[in-house]
C-alpha cells in the first residue's frame, strides 16, 4: 500500500477527524500522515523566516555536512533541502568524502561554526567507521545544534530542560500527540536504542508519562515484548524487522524507518522498519513509509533552526551594543 492511501479505523485513545489532516476510507487502519501536519508547520515558518530576513537582513543558512554515499541519507538530505527552499531558507550541502580524516572532518565543521551566515549545522549519519562519532558531535557548536546530538543538548533532553532536541524522535512523538492519541499511561515499546532517535524517543515518551521499554538488537524474542505494546515505535534501521505477527490488535505504530530496497522489479523503493503488508490488518493506526515520520522531522528541524538563528542574531547584536557602549 503506498503512502497516499489513508483510511480511518480509530487508533486507541485516539480522536479522529479532519484536523488530523488524514483521509478517510471505509476499511484498513487509520494512517498517521505527516504531511499535513508538516505543511501547517511549514506555513508558518514560510512567514516568520520572511520577517527575519526582514528583521536582520538576511535568510539564516542550514548546513547540511554528508560523508561519503549511503541511498537512506541521500534520500533524507535531498528532502531537507527541498524544505529549505520552500519556507525561504538556504540550504547548504556540504558533501564529503568518505576517505576524509576526523581531523579533516572537525576542522570543516569549525568553519561552519564560525560562519556567522549559518544559523544549524547537521552530519548526516551514518559516519564512515574510521571516524569516531563522538569527536564529530563534540565538534558541533551546541547553539548550532539544531539536531540535539551534542552532549551540552542531550544532557538537557535529559534532565528536562530547555534545548535542541533531536528532531526524528521528536517527530515521531509530535505524530501521535498531533494527531490526538493518548499517550499517558500507555504501554509504550521503543525497538532501538540509538543516541539519535531511539534514547531520545524514548526519554520524550516518558515526559508525556508513557510506560515505556526500549528494546535492541540484543533483546531475545523481540516479538514477545512488541506484543505487549499499545504504541509501538521502531527506530532500528532494518527494513521489515517488525512483522504482523509481532504486534498486538488495535496497536499504535509509529515506523520511524527510510530504508532504500530494490523491488521485484528492480526499481529502488523506501520502506519502513515495519512490513506494512503483514501489519495493516493488525493495527489501528500506522505511519506511512514515505509520508510519516520524515514529512515532520524536517519541519520541525527548520522550527529549530528559527530558533538558532533568532538566538545568534539577538547575541550579535547585544554584543555590538554593548562594544560600542564601551568604545564611548
Not at 60 to 67: D, G
Amino acid at each position: 500500500m503506498s503512502g497516499g492511501r489513508e483510511a480511518t479505523a480509530t487508533a486507541t485513545g485516539a480522536t479522529p477527524g479532519p484536523a488530523d489532516g488524514v483521509a478517510t476510507a471505509t476499511e484498513g487502519p487509520r494512517l498517521l500522515a505527516g504531511s499535513p501536519i508538516a505543511a501547517q508547520i511549514r506555513a508558518g515558518l514560510t512567514t516568520d523566516f520572511a520577517a527575519f530576513k526582514e528583521r536582520w537582513g538576511y535568510a539564516p543558512t542550514l548546513a547540511v555536512v554528508m560523508v561519503g554515499a549511503n541511498a537512506p541519507s541521500a534520500v533524507y538530505l535531498q528532502q531537507i533541502l527541498r524544505t529549505c527552499e520552500k519556507v525561504g531558507v538556504k540550504g547548504r550541502l556540504v558533501e564529503i568524502g568518505s576517505d576524509v580524516t576526523a581531523d579533516a572532518l572537525c576542522n570543516e565543521i569549525e568553519r561552519l561554526n564560525g560562519d556567522p551566515a549559518v544559523a544549524g549545522i547537521i552530519v548526516q549519519m551514518p559516519l564512515p567507521a574510521h571516524i569516531p562519532l563522538h569527536t564529530v558531535i563534540d565538534s558541533i557548536d551546541p547553539a548550532k545544534d539544531i539536531d540535539g546530538i551534542h552532549p551540552r543538548n542531550a544532557g538537557l533532553l535529559s534532565l528536562g530542560y530547555d534545548g535542541f532536541l533531536p528532531a526524528t524522535a521528536q517527530a515521531a512523538v509530535e505524530i501521535l500527540k498531533r494527531s490526538g492519541i493518548e499517550i499517558a499511561g500507555k504501554r509504550v515499546v521503543v525497538v532501538g536504542r540509538s543516541n539519535v532517535v531511539g534514547k531520545p524517543a524514548a526519554l520524550l515518551l516518558l515526559r508525556e508519562h508513557g510506560t515505556v521499554s526500549i528494546l535492541h538488537s540484543k533483546t531475545r524474542d523481540l516479538g514477545q515484548y512488541t506484543r505487549d505494546a499499545e504504541i509501538l515505535v521502531v527506530a532500528a534501521g532494518r527494513p521489515g524487522l517488525v512483522t504482523g505477527e509481532m504486534l498486538s490488535p488495535g496497536v499504535v505504530v509509529v515506523d520511524v524507518g527510510i530504508n532504500v530496497v530494490a523491488g521485484v522489479d528492480g526499481a529502488e523503493r523506501l520502506v519502513g522498519d515495519v512490513d506494512f503488508e503483514s501489519a495493516k490488518d493488525i493495527v489501528s493506526a500506522i505511519t506511512p513509509v514515505p509520508g510519516g515520520v520524515g514529512p515532520l522531522t524536517n519541519a520541525l528541524l527548520l522550527t529549530h533552526l528559527m530558533r538558532a538563528a533568532t538566538n545568534q542574531a539577538e547575541s550579535r547584536a547585544a554584543r555590538a551594543k554593548v562594544g560600542v557602549g564601551h568604545d564611548a
